[in-house]
């Protein structure tokens, strides 16, 4: 397998967007990351597209990433759409990245889109992970996170303000990045008083619903010389796994499957916890940081809620996660996060996150899972991206 290199990230702004629709959010982050990169429309040769809830209702959004790619001026070559809940943003990354390491493309498109402030035709209200409220798999995700904390408050003495912590971390991230849904600081009684959803769990711990859409450039070496980029950011490893349904103990302070992808992970880049510098991770909830700080490999089991008392996850700290704001205050438009978070970590590592700036990144690293069954995620991707040359 070949490397492969990260040279163009692009965004829109998160949030309700009445008036754009699929098509017009993801040319938008489209033609940024082009011109990040500095190449055109005619250069791409594959497109990966995560969206995660268009084409369950209407066939004609079965096709997103050639819509996508059609506003941007692409066409004639192949598409990717994918599909993985909250993770469809980083399968699409992970798809990208397999077609230039094997060999099979150069120059490859990311993007991950949707739009979640309305929906066509008529069904039930949806989640912040876009579950319908009365899901058919028996629970929600807000009372599943609900329930986990709960479970890891009782194991491990986890404390409600040590949750609550999460959320006005992550405010503090979101109000100096300009692309965010929600800025305006917050603070500890904020969250704590907040409406309740699903105890202990109050709206502040939880993650909105909302449009945008992410997008990102991956070229072989390839491919960089004939286009005359000097990359600057290595995709060292692009982990992504299904989960184990028939070996899950269900104590529910911990996720299997994100301990095993990330580990792969590891080893692909070959490096370990200790060497991440910077992280994004899902926080669809407040307690989910937590639980994945530990997964990770970031602390040890039962410490998650001790590490973001201890300020070493905020910005300044040992590992700032998070420094975009989180889905919880970023925003969490199903499959343009996992995309949103490589930007995010671009952005760090070649030092134009303003006063987000976590100085002297080398190595940033992307987590996400999406979906439930059996007690585990139905999929989660990990992603480490390293600055690449001098």
């Known amino acids: 397998?070949?490397?492969?290199?990260?040279?163009?990230?692009?965004?829109?702004?998160?949030?309700?967007?009445?008036?754009a629709g699929l098509g017009s959010l993801g040319r938008e982050a489209v033609l940024a990351a082009l011109a990040d990169a500095g190449v055109g429309a005619g250069d791409i040769e594959v497109i990966a597209c995560g969206?995660?809830?268009s084409g369950i209702l209407q066939a004609r959004e079965s096709g997103v990433g050639q819509l996508v790619g059609w506003e941007a001026g692409i066409e004639g070559v192949p598409v990717y759409n994918e599909k993985a809940f909250c993770a469809s943003g980083a399968m699409a990354?992970?798809?990208?990245?397999?077609?230039?390491?094997?060999?099979?493309?150069?120059?490859?498109?990311?993007?991950?889109?949707?739009?979640?402030?309305?929906?066509?035709?008529?069904?039930?209200?949806?989640?912040s992970d876009g579950m319908a409220l009365?899901?058919?798999?028996?629970?929600?995700?807000?009372?599943?996170?609900?329930?986990a904390a709960s479970r890891h408050m009782d194991v491990y003495g986890t404390t409600r303000e040590q949750i609550a912590a999460i959320a006005v971390k992550n405010r503090t991230a979101a109000a100096d990045n300009p692309r965010a849904q929600y800025r305006t600081p917050i603070t500890m009684d904020d969250v704590l008083s907040s409406k309740p959803i699903a105890s202990p769990l109050n709206l502040l711990d939880c993650c909105p619903t909302g449009d945008g859409a992410a997008a990102a450039i991956l070229v072989s070496a390839e491919g960089a010389e004939r286009l005359g980029i000097v990359p600057k950011?290595?995709?060292s490893a692009s982990s992504v796994g299904t989960g184990y349904y028939r070996q899950q103990d269900r104590?529910?302070?911990?996720?299997?499957?994100?301990k095993r992808t990330s580990q792969r992970a590891y080893d692909l880049a070959g490096l370990g916890p200790d060497d991440v510098d910077v992280a994004e991770v899902h926080d669809s909830f407040s307690i989910a940081e937590i639980i994945h700080y530990e997964d990770l490999g970031f602390c040890a089991p039962g410490a998650g809620g001790k590490l973001v008392e201890s300020g070493e996850t905020a910005l300044g700290g040992r590992i700032p996660v998070n420094t975009g704001g989180g889905l919880l205050n970023r925003g969490h438009p199903l499959g343009a996060t996992g995309v949103a978070q490589i930007v995010e970590l671009a952005d760090q590592l070649l030092g134009r996150a303003g006063s987000r700036q976590v100085h002297g990144a080398k190595t940033g690293l992307a987590h996400i899972s999406g979906g439930f069954h059996e007690g585990d995620f139905a999929t989660s991707g990990v992603t480490i991206l390293t600055r690449y040359g001098r």
């Open 251 to 258: 104590d529910m302070t911990s996720f299997g499957l994100d």
């Open 134 to 147: 009365e899901s058919e798999v028996g629970y929600t995700p807000p009372a599943y996170y609900a329930m």
């Open 93 to 127: 990354f992970n798809i990208a990245n397999l077609a230039v390491a094997s060999g099979a493309q150069d120059v490859a498109l990311v993007v991950g889109v949707e739009k979640m402030s309305a929906r066509n035709g008529k069904g039930r209200p949806l989640t």
């Open 233 to 235: 950011i290595k995709i």
């Open 1 to 19: 397998m070949r490397d492969t290199f990260l040279v163009g990230v692009g965004m829109t702004a998160f949030g309700k967007f009445p008036d």
């Open 51 to 53: 969206s995660a809830r």
